[in-house]
């Protein structure tokens, strides 16, 4: 079974910042589209930001301008840097790999931004 593992929840105060990691093992890593989505209590799962191997990057439109997906290839891990954190960005956010027609889920990470 495939593992991605997140890390880098936490509680922020509005304004803050957090960085959150996933790591991959490197055979799904090196040609996987890497992601992450977000699910807050009572709401769909919402797409954030998605970086592809040839480099192009999409970001959610809730997200544009706040957020910056990226990945370091030698670690095998994408990062999410999320800046200017509002309370509605409060959710378990999942890390995603998609990797030709598969796709494979990280556990999840718990974000909550409160004053």
């Known amino acids: 079974q495939v593992q991605l593992v997140e890390s880098g929840g936490g509680l922020v105060q509005p304004g803050g910042s957090l960085r959150l990691s996933c790591a991959a093992p490197?055979?799904?890593?090196?040609?996987?589209?890497m992601g992450w989505y977000r699910q807050a209590p009572g709401e769909q799962r919402e797409f954030v930001a998605r970086?592809?191997?040839?480099?192009?990057?999409w970001y959610g439109d809730s997200v544009k301008g706040r957020f910056t997906i990226s990945r370091d290839n030698a670690k095998n891990t994408v990062y999410l840097q999320m800046n200017v954190l509002k309370p509605e960005d409060t959710a378990v956010y999942y890390c995603?790999?998609?990797?030709?027609?598969?796709?494979?889920w990280g556990q999840g990470t718990q974000v909550t931004v409160s004053s």
């Open positions: 995603n790999a998609q990797q030709g027609g598969e796709i494979y």
């Open positions: 490197a055979n799904i890593f090196s040609d996987s589209a």
């Open positions: 970086s592809f191997t040839g480099g192009s990057i």
